[in-house]
């Protein structure tokens, strides 16, 4: 377990970073709450849980070990093809998953799983959550196709979106759609606005992120599209990023790539991103990829 406890340090370090950037980003605003509301905020920590894909080399008795050491709340497991748990054995291998946690003294917070329509393996997993009683997943991503296909495309994924949902709903579990970057749909948290606007908050989910966010996002845009999905607020990862320098290619231009690095030392602002998440009033829990 050496390796282990050496995760466990450096995770558990994090985590008391993230919190005091919480506090210094003003986790309890003045704006929303009245000064007793803001005492007790301040008093108290937000729900914590972390991303499985990075321990994936790891059964989940043995990251649940990990987590204890960490000091988080639980896990946001992986259930799709590659995950912790491949969708077509989540009905057997969750409820095992869900007590091991248990033991642990966690909680099983929240499924990222690779659901993007409803077909027979989305049913089962969401079947799985009811009995489980977890209530919101990631959903899988869509993939930008050609130029120029983008509006027709859009409008494709928003009436496969309202299928999903309507199953989801038949569980109780709230799907959510995480924002991402890159050649995925949404891509930015405008897309996303303009996917999901005319579904009830209670049915699906926005999930937001500081990393992808903020490279798609730059200085104001991720700011501005919180304010929008305010209502559908329902997940939020924690992940940050720096820049480095590659080679110039044919023709002169400069070429970069992102690197994942600690909360505190990269490109997106981590408290800035918190405090409007709060004060958008989003009250859950925050997942950690880093």
Same mark, same amino acid.
């Not at 991103?273 to 859950?284: E, K, L, N, P």
């Given at each position: 377990?050496?390796?282990?406890?050496?995760?466990?340090?450096?995770?558990?370090?994090?985590?008391?970073?993230?919190?005091?950037?919480?506090?210094?980003? /003003?986790?309890?605003?003045?704006?929303?709450?009245?000064?007793?509301?803001?005492?007790?905020?301040?008093?108290?920590? !937000?729900?914590?849980?972390?991303?499985?894909?990075?321990?994936?080399?790891?059964?989940?008795?043995?990251?649940?070990?990990?987590?204890?050491?960490?000091?988080?709340? &639980?896990?946001?497991?992986?259930?799709?093809?590659?995950?912790?748990?491949?969708?077509?054995?989540?009905?057997?291998?969750?409820?095992?998953?869900?007590?091991?946690?248990?033991?642990?003294?966690?909680?099983?917070?929240?499924?990222?799983? &690779?659901?993007?329509? !409803?077909?027979?393996?989305?049913?089962?997993?969401?079947?799985?959550?009811?009995?489980? &009683?977890?209530?919101?997943?990631?959903?899988?991503?869509?993939?930008?196709?050609?130029?120029?296909?983008?509006?027709?495309?859009?409008?494709?994924?928003?009436?496969?979106?309202?299928?999903?949902?309507?199953?989801?709903?038949?569980?109780?579990?709230? !799907?959510?759609?995480?924002?991402?970057?890159?050649?995925?749909?949404?891509?930015?948290?405008?897309?996303?606005?303009?996917?999901?606007?005319?579904?009830? !908050?209670?049915?699906?989910?926005?999930?937001?992120?500081?990393?992808?966010?903020?490279?798609?996002? &730059?200085?104001?845009?991720?700011?501005?599209?919180?304010?929008?999905?305010?209502?559908?607020?329902?997940?939020?990862?924690?992940?940050?990023?720096?820049?480095?320098?590659?080679?110039?290619?044919?023709? /002169?231009?400069?070429?970069?790539?992102?690197?994942?690095?600690?909360?505190?030392?990269?490109?997106?602002?981590?408290?800035?991103?918190?405090?409007?998440?709060?004060?958008?009033?989003?009250?859950?829990?925050?997942?950690?990829?880093?």
């Amino acid at each position: 377990m050496k390796n282990l406890n050496g995760n466990a340090i450096r995770f558990s370090v994090k985590r008391r970073n993230f919190i005091r950037a919480l506090v210094v980003a /003003g986790f309890a605003t003045r704006f929303t709450e009245s000064r007793a509301e803001e005492a007790a905020s301040q008093n108290s920590k !937000p729900r914590v849980c972390v991303y499985s894909e990075q321990f994936q080399s790891l059964s989940i008795s043995e990251f649940c070990q990990v987590l204890k050491q960490m000091g988080v709340d &639980g896990l946001d497991l992986t259930v799709r093809p590659g995950g912790h748990i491949e969708r077509q054995n989540v009905s057997d291998e969750l409820p095992d998953a869900v007590r091991s946690a248990r033991d642990h003294g966690l909680e099983i917070m929240m499924l990222t799983a &690779g659901i993007t329509a !409803p077909d027979r393996n989305a049913e089962e997993i969401l079947a799985a959550c009811q009995r489980q &009683g977890i209530d919101r997943i990631k959903l899988g991503y869509y993939r930008a196709e050609g130029f120029g296909t983008l509006a027709k495309h859009l409008d494709a994924i928003r009436s496969q979106l309202k299928d999903v949902v309507n199953l989801a709903a038949k569980y109780n579990v709230r !799907p959510c759609v995480h924002v991402h970057s890159g050649l995925t749909i949404p891509s930015n948290g405008i897309m996303l606005y303009y996917l999901i606007r005319d579904i009830p !908050p209670e049915r699906i989910g926005a999930y937001l992120g500081s990393h992808h966010m903020t490279i798609t996002g &730059g200085a104001g845009n991720w700011r501005q599209a919180i304010d929008l999905l305010a209502p559908w607020v329902s997940l939020v990862a924690l992940k940050n990023f720096q820049r480095e320098r590659l080679d110039r290619d044919e023709t /002169g231009q400069q070429k970069w790539r992102t690197n994942y690095c600690r909360l505190e030392d990269g490109i997106a602002p981590i408290p800035e991103f918190v405090s409007t998440i709060h004060q958008s009033g989003y009250r859950g829990f925050y997942t950690l990829h880093t």
